[in-house]
């Protein structure tokens, strides 16, 4: 069961003598996991492509690059009713040479940013699935806005960069601060802090 609702805008119920705003729902329990439904590729890369192109403008037309072919999608997926529901967040990893890992297109849906601790979650996961397979070197190049999150979850910084024309961090994971997670299609549940 999935997209009955949308992550906010449930329908309006107006009735005679009835309002009902119920557009403040929020999925209280999240699967975090690899992508493994066709769905839920689908999900991540019209979320990456609405807060890449839409939300930020970082590319006019599309975010896919040669990457994707190699990457691998890593997915929270709000659940509805015990259900998959949704992908809310996203991040994709691959190995650029033996053990050197990256993470990138990290993104969350608007209205899920800062309820369940998606991004801290997708990292772990990230970093943990590549540990799992040998990494010894975990990268990333981060937004400067989001450097304060990455350095409070063990990332440190290496240099500053520009991609895309807008400034980021090249930034390095601790990874013993990552256990090393051997199937990253099992996953597990977070849940929101509220809701
Ligand atoms: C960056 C992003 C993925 C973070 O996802 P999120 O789910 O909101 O982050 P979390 O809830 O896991 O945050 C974990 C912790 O870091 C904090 N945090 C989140 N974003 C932060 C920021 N930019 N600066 C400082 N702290 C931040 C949270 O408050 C939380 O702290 P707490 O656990 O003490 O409450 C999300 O804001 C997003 O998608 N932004 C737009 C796209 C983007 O910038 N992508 C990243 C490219 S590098």
Redesign the pocket.
Known sequence: MRGLFGPVQLRKAEGAGMKHDVSAFISPEFLIRSAIEVWEMAGAAALRHQ??VR??GIFAHHDRDQIDQIALPLV?ISTLAADPAEVV?T?RIHEAEPGVWWG???????P????????????RLAVGTANGRGCTEFH????M??????R??HWHLVEEVTLHGVP?AHMLASLPHYPAIADAATGWMARA?RG
């Open positions: 807060v890449f939300e930020q929270a967040g991040v990138s297109r990290l993104a969350v849906a608007e899920y940013r800062r309820v369940g601790r998606l991004g801290a979650e997708l990292i990333a190049h981060v937004q806005q989001n450097v304060p999150l990455f409070r979850l980021h802090r």
